[in-house]
């Protein structure tokens, strides 16, 4: 399966402690106490974690994070009693009082499922055995939300597909996919829209599956989409059309003085598409993170004028 054009992988655990309410029902000072416990113990176990407090983060920090991918917008916009452990290199991050008392997540480039699912599972198992998650021999572990009881495991992509979408079948293959349990989200999960054809799939409920099976069924939806994704691709790529919305995408980029974000990702779609073709020779992942760092909250600028000429002049500096 061609997968050079798939940014990352990520598995998440829905976790809670047996015997305790979930968040929302949770005093103020009980959630201060089951964030000292589940930190202090996380701590022991994975001394390369550092702790932050949510809620010392500022508005401007919290967005940053979550335009990284390591916390929900539910997390950044509901941060009383929440916490974050996060590996120095970010590849795994623990959200604390969500939706649910731990999130565990790992990350890996690319498309990485059975390495992020290993260190997701090594995480979660050595922490269970130390704070004892809820779990129902019928029900499986015990969450929040229905949806993500049995496993409590998401498993996602996050998947580039400019011809699907530029070809207006986007829908079709979303409709498809739904009929196989699984769902496309946005660039930042639930309920955010795509940009610059990027999309984020994943399995929509974990009950009645094991890991393994959800990681089988993933892996074979990605190959349908990836096989419909080539197909359209072998005839767009080598038109005179698509190569000249590549070409001018690059030249805008390579010399825009302003650029607001919106704009910047779309073009950004079309020159990393030009990449995954070999019609232009830039480095996918330098793309990657140029995507991140253009974001709004990464380039710490109040100003909307100002904001959109340094992500402007970062563009530039990363193309040339």
């Known amino acids: 399966m061609n997968s050079n054009n798939i940014l990352s992988t990520r598995i998440r655990f829905a976790r809670n402690l047996e015997s305790t309410p979930f968040p929302a029902k949770l005093t103020s000072e009980k959630k201060k106490e089951l964030l000292l416990k589940v930190k202090d113990t996380a701590k022991q176990l994975f001394p390369d ?57 790992t990350f890996e480039k690319g498309y990485a499922l059975d390495k992020a699912f290993k260190r997701a599972v090594e995480t979660d198992e050595a922490l269970d055995e130390k704070l004892s998650f809820a779990f129902n021999e019928n029900l499986g572990y015990l969450t929040h939300c229905p949806t993500n009881l049995g496993t409590g495991m998401r498993a996602s992509v996050l998947v580039h597909l400019p ?79 698509i190569q000249d919305k590549i070409f001018r995408a690059y030249g805008i980029l390579l010399n825009a003085r302003i650029i607001s974000s919106k704009e910047a990702v779309a073009l950004l779609s079309k020159v990393r598409y030009g990449a995954e073709a070999g019609l232009l020779n830039l480095d996918l992942a330098n793309l990657d993170s140029l995507l991140i760092k253009i974001q709004p909250y990464n380039l710490n600028e109040e100003d909307p004028k100002q904001r959109d000429i340094k992500r402007a002049q970062i563009i530039r500096t990363s193309l040339c």
Not at 74 to 103: C, P, V, W
């Open 49 to 105: 974690l550092d702790y932050i407090d949510a809620m010392q983060l500022t508005t401007s920090q919290a967005g940053s994070l979550m335009e990284e991918r390591l916390i929900s917008p539910e997390f950044a916009n509901n941060r009383e009693g929440a916490g974050l452990l996060l590996s120095k290199d970010k590849s795994t991050a623990i959200m604390l009082n969500e939706e649910d008392h731990l999130r565990i997540q």
């Open 163 to 241: 011809a699907l979408s530029g070809s207006g079948v986007i829908n079709k293959t979303i409709s498809l996919i739904g009929q196989y349990g699984f769902t496309v989200r946005g660039l930042y999960g639930e309920g955010t829209r795509s940009e610059g054809s990027l999309y984020q799939i994943s399995n929509q409920t974990s009950i009645g599956l094991t890991e393994d099976e959800i990681l089988e069924r993933l892996e074979e939806v990605l190959e349908k989409i990836q096989e419909n994704e080539t197909y359209l691709r072998e005839k767009l790529s080598a038109t005179p059309e």
